[in-house]
């Protein structure tokens, strides 16, 4: 079996006085790593006035078979 990536999607998720908000993005890196993502956390709070508060990673793989001999 072989497995290859296709894209990341990032979403982050932000909090105000309104409640929480999620924002997403595409096309990603392959594996954000977790300072990556705390940075950009930090440059969303800047520009949205929000507390940044969590993230979630999804990755797409195409996964392909051999055939069975």
Known sequence: ?????TRTGLTMVM???NGQSKHSFS???ETP????IANFGLI?????????DSA???TADNVMT???I
């Not at 079996?1 to 990536?5: A, T």
């Not at 790593?33 to 990556?36: A, F, L, N, R, V």
């Open 15 to 17: 909090t105000d006085e």
């Open 56 to 58: 979630v990673i999804t």
């Open 33 to 36: 790593k977790e300072d990556q």
């Open 27 to 29: 096309n990603v890196v």
């Open 1 to 5: 079996m072989e497995k290859k990536w």
């Open 66 to 68: 051999t055939p069975a």
């Open 44 to 52: 969303l709070e800047k520009l949205t006035g929000k507390k940044f």
